[in-house]
């Protein structure tokens, strides 16, 4: 007689999570791995970076059911006791408007410093630096955003294409994306500035999201260093920060570790803020 094997897939407890430029609904959203992602992980606390709701190319006709999702497992978290701060970014800039609400678990602010183990964490989306976001830049910032949505589904169909024929897959809007990050990068110098401003006030370690760039790197200058940390996105690079045992990661999402499969349900403490974790909003975190 056969018998019906499932494959048990315990969470993984995580200290602090950061996500950020999820972009929910657009059609470049990788909704379907992230919702993977959270329903592997349990965290103490949840940062959502900015740009999670896209408000630049939001519409009622493109809402799919993964999208909702995302925001269920989220709304979970904060259900089961999971520390949820959502940082307002440029796409879902609107929101600013009611920075500092909070409700239960849930804050939404627009920048964060948390102490972790004896050292600062300052964490904010990183539009603040960016000419791109501002002005009559911002209009044609948003006019880039659409273009980039047309080329991630021509994207979609080469690589449809390309698995007819048995080839691997190619990200040509990932290409794309980094040459205009890199020449943004030039003019702004978006990392050396986050740096060099945490430096200025202390902070050892400053996150970011808002280049769609997973780094971490030391920047040191010589008024002293600072440990530089960008989460990345999920529309292409699928990226995360954890931090858990006393270090910051880059997680990067793998489709073969994700095979269908039950989850064991695992409730993070209600009491999340410790000794060990304390978080500080807005005071402390003026630019």
Known sequence: MDLWKTTIMEKRPVDVVVLSDVHLGTYGCRAKELVNYLKSITPNILILNGDIIDGWQFSKRYFPPAHIMVLKEILQFVTNGTRVFY???????????????????????????????????????????????????????????????????????INFILRCFGKERVSISKRVMAGVNKAVSKINDFELIAAELAIEKKYDYVICGHIHQPQKKVVETKDGKVTYLNSGDWVEHLTSLEYHQNEWTIFEYDEKKFPVAATVEMKPALNVITDEINFYINSLAAI
């Open 87 to 157: 940082i307002t970014g440029n796409h879902d800039e609107m929101m600013r408007k009611y920075t500092d609400t909070q409700i239960g678990n849930f804050t939404l602010t627009d920048k964060l410093v948390l102490e972790i183990d004896n050292k600062m964490t300052w964490i904010f989306h990183g539009d603040v630096f960016d000419n791109t976001t501002k002005g009559g830049a911002k209009i044609l910032a948003k006019l880039g955003s659409s273009g980039y949505q047309g080329l991630i589904l021509f994207n979609r169909f």
